[in-house]
């Protein structure tokens, strides 16, 4: 069966499905192709914390209704150093910017609702999907779709927005990107529960038993994390343990705050720095989770797929509007200079708040600590911490 779009689109997870409901926005016609269920795509628990930029695409998107009735707008965030905490007023100093909690989740499914709505705008459950021919200008992508038969979409751009494990940047050919990673020795062991909030904003603490975030997805939904050990078995940690050791983190002040209820999810979340370049190559373009990692510490995933996408269907806008190759050529450049400064306020945040453990030098845990009691004494890198937390601007 052979079939034609403007877009292939691989990948229904936020990059993807905004980059096909941006592009149906804009008349260009797109199809999306995603190897999991429906069901596993808006079962996937992920970030929560979207900048005013994200939240402003999902606007133009027309997506954002239930974002706006539900979300939780946070014009600030805590940071606890052994149990003392300060206040970060986010929108006092970026200009009255501010971020929205909102799950990843529920972002897949309001996207989900609204591509399900144009008939063979989104197939789940596409095995063996293949970019083809993506070096000249006749791309297309083969598949098997979930009743087994072979399929073939012909197309004039392929975007792949599949995630860091998808097949679309491993189909580039040897050399045409290059790869910038780093690997920390430390993970996040996180729990979803139903519980109330310890603030009505998240805290960010640093503690000798080693860095925790306190997170909330709703009035009644907590999403908690404490550092641990990459190779940390969450089997290993019953759930009073979880507890007894968030309440430690947070300090004696805090810890009495925090309210325990029934723990709905328990995972380990591993923690890299990853950056692929260029983000072209032909006529396939790499977004979001396929194009780089971050450490989740910064609260930037989502939202650097959201700039891609943004960058992305500014420049398919015009080359499809007759105005030339010249913004598909400059896509790469521009989404990749917002992605770096991304990857340092990431990185910065990563380092500055956890415990690298016995391999790192006396000198670099000195340096750590004194970035971050630099940091909250100093009216200049709050206002630089708030730019960046709540969004570099598109």
């Known amino acids: 069966m052979r079939e034609r779009t403007q877009v292939a689109i691989i990948g229904a997870g936020p990059a993807g499905l905004l980059l096909g409901q941006l592009l149906h926005i804009h008349g260009i016609a797109s199809v999306i192709l995603e190897r999991r269920s429906r069901a596993?795509?808006?079962?996937?628990?992920?970030?929560g914390v979207l900048e005013q930029g994200t939240v402003d695409l999902l606007d133009e998107a027309g997506v954002a209704d239930r974002l706006h009735r539900e979300g939780l707008v946070h014009g600030g965030i805590h940071i606890s150093?052994?149990?003392?905490?300060?206040?970060?007023d986010l929108a006092g100093r970026a200009g009255g910017r501010h971020v929205t909690v909102y799950g990843q989740?529920?972002?897949?499914?309001d996207l989900i609702r609204a591509r399900l709505d144009v008939p063979g705008a989104l197939h789940f459950e596409a095995e063996e999907v293949t970019p083809q021919d993506f070096d000249g200008p006749a791309p297309f992508v083969t598949w098997r779709d979930a009743e087994g038969r072979s399929r073939r979409l012909d197309c004039d751009v392929i975007a792949g927005c599949d995630g860091f494990h998808g097949v679309t940047r491993q189909c580039l050919p040897e050399g045409a990107i290059?790869?910038?990673?780093?690997?920390?020795?430390?993970?996040w062991l996180g729990i979803l529960a139903e519980a109330p909030p310890v603030m009505d904003e998240l805290i960010y603490a640093r503690h000798a038993r080693g860095f925790a975030l306190y997170s909330m997805r709703s009035p009644s939904i907590v999403r908690h994390y404490v550092q641990c050990a990459p190779e940390t078995d969450p089997a290993a940690w019953p759930d009073a343990r979880i507890w007894a050791e968030l309440r430690a983190r947070l300090g004696d002040a805090d810890g009495a705050r925090l309210t325990e209820g029934r723990v709905l999810e328990k995972g380990v979340t591993p923690m890299r720095s990853f950056v692929a370049e260029p983000l072209r190559h032909g006529r396939l373009f790499l977004a979001g989770d396929a194009a780089h990692i971050v450490p989740p510490t910064g609260a930037k995933g989502l939202n650097l797929a959201a700039g891609d996408v943004h960058y992305l269907t500014r420049a398919l806008v015009e080359w499809y509007g007759g105005g030339g190759e010249a913004a598909l050529g400059?896509?790469?450049?521009?989404?990749?200079a917002r992605v770096w400064k991304a990857q340092?306020?990431?990185w910065w945040m990563t380092a500055m708040l956890?415990?690298?453990?016995?391999?790192a030098s006396t000198f670099d845990a000195g340096l750590r600590r004194a970035e971050l009691e630099y940091l909250l004494s100093s009216e200049a890198a709050l206002t630089t911490l708030a730019e960046n937390y709540v969004g570099l601007p598109f």
């Not at 596993?40 to 992920?46: F, L, P, Q, V």
């Not at 400059?330 to 990749?336: E, G, N, Q, T, V």
């Not at 956890?354 to 391999?359: E, K, Q, T």
């Open 330 to 336: 400059a896509y790469s450049a521009r989404a990749l």
């Open 178 to 187: 290059t790869t910038h990673e780093r690997i920390y020795p430390f993970a």
């Open 81 to 88: 150093l052994d149990g003392r905490r300060v206040h970060v």
């Open 105 to 109: 989740t529920e972002v897949v499914k």
């Open 344 to 346: 340092r306020f990431s």
């Open 40 to 47: 596993y795509c808006e079962g996937r628990i992920r970030a």
């Open 354 to 359: 956890h415990d690298f453990g016995p391999a």
